[in-house]
């Protein structure tokens, strides 16, 4: 099987758990803010399921580590291919510079 086929195949799968893992962690700080504005309308005392928003905030640090850690496995995975020979395109669907997302759709290739 061509090593650039399989380099994209993975890079697709890389993309996907960042994206869920970004997901997931907008999703949990959603969580978060609706349970505190919850006890908060209810009326509740400010330690009432305390442990419950103790907990989700552990969850929210795990996954911006989870986060971080991706991020490390992406350069690692990058680094790899460059010793593989595969080059990478510097087209996608952010600019690397800025961090946005292009507004092209068509600009959404990988190598």
């Known amino acids: 099987m061509d090593k650039a086929f399989i380099a994209k195949r993975?890079?697709?799968k890389l993309v996907a758990t960042e994206a869920a893992i970004d997901a997931a962690l907008i999703e949990t700080t959603q969580l978060l803010a609706d349970l505190l504005q919850a006890r908060s309308d209810l009326?509740?005392?400010?330690?009432?399921a305390d442990d419950v928003q103790v907990k989700?905030?552990?969850a929210v640090a795990a996954l911006s580590s989870a986060r971080t850690t991706m991020g490390q496995v992406h350069s690692g995975l990058e680094?790899?291919?460059?010793?593989?020979?595969?080059?990478?395109?510097m087209i996608g669907?952010?600019?690397?510079n800025n961090f946005r997302l292009q507004e092209d759709n068509d600009q959404r290739i990988v190598a």
Do not use: H, N, S, W
């Not at 669907?93 to 690397?96: E, G, I, L, Q, R």
């Open 79 to 89: 680094e790899a291919a460059l010793r593989l020979g595969i080059r990478p395109r």
């Open 93 to 96: 669907p952010y600019d690397k």
């Open 10 to 12: 993975t890079q697709e």
């Open 56 to 58: 989700l905030t552990e």
């Open 43 to 48: 009326g509740a005392p400010v330690a009432f």
